[in-house]
């Protein structure tokens, strides 16, 4: 469990909260890249750390984040006219490009310069694996973008669920690192059976009926891999069904993907008690899923189950998620169908914040505690002075980074499992370590 204080540590990123400003140390997954799909069309809002902004692509189909509103009278830009490579506020008609800058002041007289002197928040952004990415931190500090896990090509087949949802980012995260949970929770959606874990149409099968993993945690300067190990359905007494789970700090987790694509998460704060919660396929070798085939298997279509903005309309925490009693009565384990929906209720029961100061953990809650230790220990560097965390050296990119699943005899070595090239260097040079400071140790 962890104390008051460190919960609020851990969840509060709104304002000058001191993980939110880590955060904002790093490029921001904003928004969907299909949310502004033309040039010209509408701005959209977006809250971010509990800053309100709206984004557009312009005429050129450059992608501007500024402050919602106006620095003038501070009206809404989200209503404003987006046209001839500007947003236009509808008040006064005051313009502005990507960067902030006013192009056009109709309602002052050109002569008082005073366009010039107005400059409007506005946020570097950049495009890849369907998001439109932000940097909101200092911007003498900005670091390089790159690729993101789940696109470590420009050609990776990308398919996005987004929903907006009223909790705080770490419960959703926990809920994204937690493997033990999807043997009971997930158990109608991920069934046991022979062979290699693959995704049908209707559910996704692997081989193992064993609901108690062992967690074995590896962490990193990124944040952590962790093992889940179980007992598989074949060779039980010489082999190992392991899938393993990345923890990229602080925004993404790449989960143990299956034979047909590759899973992600991406939780990004709206604000103390809202988050935008992603749940990703991808596959970059060939294959996957389309975006609305993905969207209709997690039940999560926009137009039936989401509004325009991404919000749950049908399950919904006051209706119980339309849970079917009766479903439960003939096999469907939660009475709640797609997966995503099943964590939502379990994520938004633990009220907006989940309170961590009177909980019983367990062996299965090994890597849910490390993650927490990660974040709060990262935290304290960073507030005393340090690169935050992911952005020191020795730095790895996310695009080298993978999760894994598979059987694998008993000998078999799990930290390296699935691994390329540059991580698996990565992290033998991280296990030296470990053993050079294990030997320091014994010897002083």
Partial sequence: MLTAEENELLCRIEGDA???????RHWV???LTEQLAEPDGKPVRVTLFGERLVAFRDSEGRIGLLGEFCPHRKASLAFGRNENCGLRCLYHGWKFDVDGNVTDMPSEPKESGFAERVKHKSYPTREAGGFVWAYMGPPELMPE??????????DTRVAVVRIQLPCNWAQIMEGQIDSAHSSSLHSSDMKPARGEAQALETHWVRPSTDKNPRIQVQVTNYGMRYAAIRRPIMNAATHDYVRITCFVAPFAALIPPNASYNVASVIVPRDDTSSYFHFIAWNNTGGGIDTEAWRKFCVAQVGVDLDSDFRPVKRLAENDYLQDREAMRSGSFTGIPGIPNQDIAMWES???????????????????????????????????????????APHLAQAALR?????VP??????????????????????MEEDEREMA????
Avoid: C, H
């Fill in 18 to 24: 001191p993980m939110g400003q880590l955060m904002r």
């Fill in 29 to 31: 997954p904003a928004l």
């Fill in 145 to 154: 973008f790159e690729a993101p896990a789940w696109a470590p090509t420009p």
């Fill in 350 to 392: 633990m009220g907006p914040i989940a309170d961590r100061t009177a909980e019983r953990l367990g062996a299965s809650d090994i890597a849910v505690i490390q993650f927490r230790r990660i974040m709060l220990d990262a935290l304290a560097r960073f507030q005393e002075g340090a690169e935050p965390i992911g952005l020191a």
């Fill in 403 to 407: 999760s894994y699943q598979g059987v």
């Fill in 410 to 431: 008993k000998t078999e070595n799990w930290r390296l499992l699935g691994t390329s090239k540059e991580e698996a260097a990565y992290l033998s040079g991280m296990e």
């Fill in 441 to 444: 140790q014994a010897v002083a």
